[in-house]
């Protein structure tokens, strides 16, 4: 197993890639491949002595976080993200990890790699924790404007990685609404109702509340785009209040110091348990090739994390999945007399 | 200032509403209309010898949580809902509070006392406490399906809010988006953003993130209903499973009982100060008329307070300065080619 990172990627490129990177390669037998200035890299790496199974491979630039992505795909040809997604295609490497522009990360696997036969939209996805489990968010902010097809799709992917990557059964799957009533919501959310419904193979629990959400409720969780992204947000935002909030009634409480020190421990440990950063990062669903998105400002443990993740949704043949269950669609569709329209990907600015 | 309260719209019906009620009276100079079924209202009401200045107004009907708005608004004409909006449409009262069916809230409003002059949709917006102060995020659930019209008027409508209620100075309008640059988000994001740059008399700072939502960057947050609604649930399931993980983290910890005890209570005052029964509830803009939609576990506190926020907006006249904030919006239709059109309400099911 080969995964490729970019290591001109994250906020803090590429220190942040490379000890990521040495740590993966120490705990296991894949074998990383940093792609970027080769210089640097090679600079920097020799600060760890204790590798396992490296190589760098060059690349002469590097897409910002400024970047409009699909100028920078067509314009920085020699990009390490761009570098790495080939070492993919030409069969180099089995997967690539970015902590890069995002929007860059969705163009880019879609021209290097191209979709898999029948996804119309990619999408990214995240195993976030509830109060019992994780729930798979998709889409997380790959596509703003969907259609019922996208979000069947999303379904449908959400699903495989479910399954083949986090080991659930029988996924559960809800539609993201205002209410948990079958007519709920929108126009776009109430066709997708009766989708999602007809397609026997989907264990379709209806449509769910974020309450419901974050109880832990559903294996799957299914929304456009715009909505995940601020469902995402809203939830990281609403829990670093909560710790702020926290913190300033500690100490201006007249708690001893003792009380206060428990609690910054608890607020600690919480913390690290909802730290994107320990967990296998967001896979982009539906590109013909193994990719793992993490955040910009991902730390060293991010990067082993999500190269962890590379290897697990590769190894257990998640693209394959994928593809066997986006068939099933076509069932659904014809049904509704819909067809299944290779739109092209317009999904990112 | 008299203020119609409907007494058989919440989860606890009628005893919130009834002690909610009698609280202000004794607080305040305000008239207080009790309405619904008298016989049980004079009863309950006995059991508070204390109290200020109230009245009961018969009906012998009660719109439920399961009732589907449209049709419970058409057959039950003699709704406790129904009733209090009628005494303000006949000047026998000045605001209606109400605890129940938001949909049917919102459809009778509609359809009882209409809506203002130019405004083509009402919107429930809430003031929701940020690190610094309070944002007004509007709407919050009664449009889920929004054209670049609708979302305008919403800005218009929050800023009268932000002013007059709240007493905000020169209000800063966020557009709520998955990224602060102006070309990001969906189709109707970005032309909202275009007609929001082009209106000279807001003070529009931008998109704006989640992050920066909650953080207090800005004063008045437009976003569609459905938007909005996930944004207010997702923040309360968020807050909720902090606190219920933050519990078990003190519990299992080797904590000293004081530590436990410490966090409790800081948990609780955090609790006190994110609960909407310490705020003033929903106004629903745009209606001629005062209405103040509250959640249907409200708790007396919750009743009270709303009757307040109900006299603050029928004293600084908030539908007037909504009515000229509304007009304000030709100028920038015009300058657009755009119509204003009064669109049907559609906005309940």
Not at 107 to 126: E, F
Not at 162 to 170: D, F, K
């Amino acid at each position: 197993m080969r995964v490729a990172v970019d290591a001109m990627g994250s906020d803090n490129a590429p220190d942040v890639e490379i000890e990521g990177a040495v740590q993966a390669s120490l705990s296991s037998d894949t074998e990383v491949i940093l792609v970027g200035d080769e210089t640097v890299l090679n600079e920097k790496l020799a600060a760890y002595p204790k590798r396992g199974n490296m190589r760098i491979v060059h690349a002469s630039e590097a897409i910002t976080m400024h970047d409009k992505p699909v100028d920078a795909i067509r314009t920085k040809k020699d990009a390490s993200l761009l570098v790495a997604m080939r070492l993919v295609k030409n069969g180099e490497a089995d997967a690539v990890v970015s902590a890069g522009n995002t929007g860059a990360v969705m163009v880019g696997a879609r021209t290097v790699l191209g979709p898999i036969r029948g996804v119309s939209r990619s999408a990214i996805c995240q195993a976030i924790p509830t109060a019992k489990g994780f729930v798979v968010l998709v889409d997380l902010g790959a596509n703003v404007d969907c259609t019922t097809r996208h979000l069947c799709e999303f379904a449908e992917m959400g699903v495989a990685y479910s399954h083949y990557a986090l080991g659930i059964e029988n996924p559960r799957v809800g539609l993201l609404n205002i209410g948990e009533e079958d007519a709920k919501g929108g126009s776009l959310t109430k066709t997708v109702h009766q989708h999602l419904r007809a397609a026997a193979h989907v264990n379709f629990i209806g449509n769910i509340e974020p309450k419901a959400v974050f109880a832990g409720d559903a294996d799957v969780v299914v929304c456009d785009g715009f909505i995940g992204n601020i469902i995402l947000k809203t939830s990281e935002a609403v829990a670093g209040l909560m710790a702020k909030l926290l913190r300033e009634k500690f100490e201006s409480s007249s708690a001893s110091k003792l009380g206060a020190m428990l609690a910054r421990k608890a607020l600690l440990d919480l913390k690290n348990q909802i730290d994107p950063n320990e967990y296998h990062g967001a896979p982009l669903l539906g590109i013909n090739g193994t990719v793992i998105i993490i955040h910009g400002s991902s730390k060293p443990r991010g990067v082993e994390n999500a190269i962890y993740g590379a290897r697990i949704n590769f190894e257990r043949k998640l693209n394959e999945h994928i593809r066997e269950n986006i068939e099933e669609l076509r069932g659904v569709e014809e049904r509704f007399g819909t067809q299944s329209p290779a739109e092209p990907a317009s999904e990112a600015e």
